[in-house]
Nanobody
Framework: QVRLVESGGGLVQAGGSLRLSCAAS????????IAWYRQAPGKQREWVAI???????NYVNSVKGRFTISRDNAQNTVYLQMNSLRPEDTAIYYC?????????WGQGTQVTVSS
């Protein structure tokens, strides 16, 4: 079972940038779709960005033009570049296949955007 470990979160001012990483303990090349998800306090977890093994991407409307998902199959890592961050982006961010599978949920990484 591949484990996914998220990192790169932190506290940033509105308008700032962060780059999240999702490092896999094994190969991710066989995982067709991998996504970044987030869960804000009191809200349901939502998908934010998806990338296929071929590099096709999709984003939730609220982050289009600001976030970029990428994957490096050789390094078994998925990234989320987040620019022009807003306070409403504050959440715990997770990576997981899409659709999500319970065994892959990790601890996530906290992103806090101050106004």
């Amino acid at each position: 079972q591949v484990r996914l470990v998220e990192s790169g979160g932190g506290l940033v001012q509105a308008g700032g940038s962060l780059r999240l990483s999702c490092a896999a303990s094994g190969s991710i090349s066989s995982i067709f779709r991998i996504a970044w998800y987030r869960q804000a306090p009191g809200k349901q977890r939502e998908w934010v960005a998806i990338i296929t093994s071929g590099g096709t991407t999709n984003y939730v409307n609220s982050v289009k033009g600001r976030f970029t998902i990428s994957r490096d199959n050789a390094q078994n890592t998925v990234y989320l570049q987040m620019n022009s961050l807003r306070p409403e982006d504050t959440a715990i961010y997770y990576c997981n296949p899409y659709p999500p599978a319970t065994p892959y949920w990790g601890q996530g990484t906290q992103v806090t955007v101050s106004s």
